[in-house]
């Protein structure tokens, strides 16, 4: 392999962008990564080769999409579909973008299972939720439902 496919310097093709709702992409992974924005904060990065042959880049810095493929934790060869699904508006004129991701993992006829439920193996904390693990972002955390912060809490327990 040269230098130049190393996923980290390769560019990965036009970025997608999420704008209306029904907007999908699909393909294959070439490589997953991190992006560090300006403000330092960092989003998954996915390369990816389109059904259609094209190269593109999704960085994952809405915090729904970031939230959905940190559940599926697609690697490269996989194959990925993101679709845009709601866009919820908030407080303040803002708004929170809903994504539908699937995986079907490679090598794999069909679409990857979801992982049989697990049980929670963290303490509840004052408040009566769960105990946030601290390599997850606070952000992230906040917009994760419990069936998902369960999810989050027993892989980092893992």
């Given at each position: 392999m040269s230098v130049w496919d190393d996923p980290e310097i390769r560019e990965g093709g036009a970025f997608v962008k999420f704008e209306n709702v029904g907007d999908?992409?699909?393909g294959t992974i070439t490589?997953?990564?991190?992006h560090r924005f300006?403000?330092?904060?960092?989003?998954p990065q996915i390369l990816l080769t389109t059904d259609d042959g094209e190269e593109r880049t999704i960085t994952a810095g809405q915090v729904r999409l970031k939230a959905a493929l940190a559940?599926?934790?697609?690697?490269?060869?996989?194959?990925?579909?993101?679709?845009?699904?709601?866009?919820?508006?908030?407080?303040g004129g803002k708004t929170l973008k809903h994504f539908e991701v699937t995986v079907r993992r490679a090598?794999?006829?069909?679409?990857?299972a979801a992982p049989a439920p697990t049980p929670i193996t963290s303490?509840?904390?004052?408040?009566?939720?769960?105990?946030?693990?601290?390599?997850?972002?606070?952000?992230?955390?906040?917009?994760?439902?419990?069936?998902?912060?369960?999810?989050?809490?027993?892989a980092a327990a893992a």
């Open positions: 999908t992409v699909s490589a997953v990564r991190s300006d403000d330092g904060k960092v989003a559940e599926k934790r697609p690697e490269a060869g996989d194959h990925l579909t993101v679709t845009f699904t709601q866009n919820e508006k908030r407080a090598g794999t006829t069909a679409p990857a303490a509840p904390s004052a408040n009566g939720g769960l105990q946030k693990p601290a390599s997850v972002d606070q952000a992230l955390w906040d917009v994760l439902g419990d069936e998902q912060k369960a999810k989050v809490v027993a």
